[in-house]
């Protein structure tokens, strides 16, 4: 099965593609602002694989920038091969088998999520860092990860998700998201409304 993987929830984005004779991946710097690598690293990449079978994205909790454009351009690509397109957390691509996930959900909040086989068993969903802290303590001796450094956590390691581990849940897992790929939220949007 020829599958394409695409993950910009991070610092470091990566791309990958496999089949049974090809295996490409690539990693790069993924800058919100400017995602020039991400579309040159994905040019080099479909012109040694051609177009896939199966497209899998990496949804977040992440940068939701880096996820909207992956979820975008994975679109315009399965329209042009006529592809299947599925997602998976960006959290659970971390090569390991089962871990805790802890990350920066900004105001004062992090969120944490539970991964066995590359699904999650639990979260991702909202805390304290008093809750994290309680979390990390009774799952020991699981090893936790941030896929950027928390001060908060000293203990917890940085690794960032693999689109090549994305690749290999695409064809192992049975939790994939295949209808309506969205970023995962991790709250409510905080819209104001205008005064009248």
């Known amino acids: 099965m020829r599958v394409l993987a695409l993950e910009l929830s991070t610092a470091i984005g990566s791309l990958a593609f ?15 602002k400017d995602s020039a690598l991400f579309y040159e690293n994905l040019e080099g990449i479909y012109r040694g694989s051609g177009p896939p079978e199966v497209i899998v994205v990496g949804l977040g909790p992440g940068s939701y920038a880096g996820v909207r454009i992956a979820i975008a351009t994975a679109i315009g690509l399965k329209a042009a091969a006529n592809a299947r397109l599925v997602g998976l957390p960006s959290i659970c691509a971390i090569d390991q088998s089962e871990y805790l996930v802890v990350g920066d959900a ?12 590359g699904c999650c068993l639990e979260g991702p969903k909202l805390a304290s860092e008093v809750e994290i802290r ?3 303590q009774a799952s020991q001796p699981l090893p936790a990860i941030a896929t950027q450094p928390l001060p908060q956590f000293e203990e917890v390691a940085v690794e960032h998700p693999s689109a090549l581990r994305l690749v290999e849940l695409a064809t ?15 709250r409510e949007p905080y819209i104001t409304t205008p005064r009248q």
């Open 18 to 32: 496999c089949d049974d004779s090809v295996r490409l991946f690539r990693t790069f710097p993924a800058d919100r």
């Open 106 to 117: 900004r105001r004062s909040l992090f969120f944490f999520a539970h991964v066995v086989n």
């Open 134 to 136: 309680a979390k990390l």
């Open 172 to 186: 192992q897992v049975d939790c994939l998201i295949e209808e309506n790929l969205e970023p995962i939220y991790l």
